[in-house]
């Protein structure tokens, strides 16, 4: 069910509201790869058709102005709070009581990452709205299974970008990397998802000698990548892999994203 029939479905039930579905898509399309491996591409979010009768158990469970809400955080998974209150073109003071009434039935969490707070379902949010959760190959939290499906997302929307692996192994030892991104010349990148500065260390020792040309931490905040940028270079490695660590912010990635976005 691709995003266009969803809209449509979604129309039936909630028709006060057609305005919202008329909004063009998050972000376009993203470039095709020239004959990427099978599943390579694959995006970790899905969602399907909503079943009617948990639609219409959110319906009654929630106002018009949260129901409003929790339909575009489905529909625009990786929006800030802030491009959700433009888009609705509601009042700040009714979009803050839309977001609390849906965290406080349990279907969604706010999660900060630099300066943007995102509104993320939970898994009863998906119970409750008859919809497929995003899958991941690990157990994750929800703050970090989001912060990986983030990444991939804007990592997707990168001309650089020649395709991603989600969650690949890293050797024969059974590590595995958040993200792999193949670039256009050819090279490749590991992208570590880092919520805090925990074991940054060996999650860097376990990419030598694996033939990468960049090793990224992507941090959640400044706090967490100067934690993680002295805890690497603390480790005792090889000076010239550490040479290849980058360490990056989730709010560097959303400008660069925007500015790709605004062809600028």
Request: aromatic content about 8%.
């Amino acid at each position: 069910m691709n995003l266009e029939q969803r809209r449509h479905s979604l129309l039936a039930a909630v028709r006060p509201w057609q305005n919202l579905w008329d909004l063009p898509p998050e972000s376009s399309p993203a470039r095709q790869p020239p004959a990427p491996p099978a599943d390579a591409t694959a995006s970790p979010a899905s969602h399907h058709q909503p079943d009617p009768d948990a639609f219409a158990e959110a319906r009654n469970l929630l106002s018009d102005r949260a129901l409003r809400l929790a339909l575009d955080t489905a529909t625009y998974p990786f929006s800030g709070c802030k491009e959700r209150l433009q888009r609705l073109g509601t009042s700040g003071r009714g979009f803050e009581r839309a977001k609390r009434e849906i965290q406080e039935h349990g279907l969604a969490t706010v999660l900060q990452f630099g300066h943007t707070r995102y509104l993320v379902p939970t898994k009863r949010y998906y119970k409750i709205f008859g919809l497929e959760p995003p899958k991941l190959k690990r157990q994750l939290s929800l703050e970090h299974s989001f912060a990986l499906r983030l990444a991939h997302h804007l990592l997707k929307q990168d001309p650089q970008t020649r395709w991603l692996e989600i969650e690949p192994a890293v050797g024969d030892s059974g590590a595995t990397a958040d993200l792999v991104r193949h670039l256009s010349d050819g090279s490749r990148e590991s992208w570590e998802i880092t919520i805090s500065g925990g074991n940054v260390a060996g999650n860097a020792a376990k990419y030598l000698g694996k033939g990468f040309a960049r090793i990224v931490f992507l941090c959640r905040d400044t706090q967490v990548r100067d934690v993680t940028r002295t805890r690497v270079r603390e480790s005792g490695l090889d000076p010239d892999f550490l040479a290849r660590v980058r360490y990056l912010l989730f709010s560097g990635l959303v400008k660069r994203h925007k500015r790709l976005e605004g062809g600028g």
